[in-house]
């Protein structure tokens, strides 16, 4: 059981690592939208999502820098449902993860209607 705990953590340390280039710097115009895309993507969470991917990947004999982009995508995903999910006009959560919600960090519309795009990656 170690060894799975550690091969998860090896792997979601991974995938924050390469979330963290994939986004926008938070000082990057317009700054409030990308402080909060981080915010919301950066705060944690298991990454099973994406560590699902990398193993298909390592099964299938894939190169991790193919694969990558595409399980990162799959945290970008999960992290827009999140966000929309919290807002007012559907469940109207204060917390995530300990923290206050986007639209309590940040102004529900920023995020609203901002946070629909995603960079590239």
Known sequence: MKQMESYLKQKASEVNRSLDRFLPPARAFPPTIHQAMRYSVLNGGKRLRAILALMVGELLGAPKSKIMP??????????????????????DDDLRRGRPTCHKAYDEVVHRDNLVIFPEV
């Open 70 to 91: 595409f399980a990162c995508s799959l945290e970008l995903i999960h992290a827009y449902s999140l966000i929309h999910d919290d807002l007012p006009a559907m469940d």
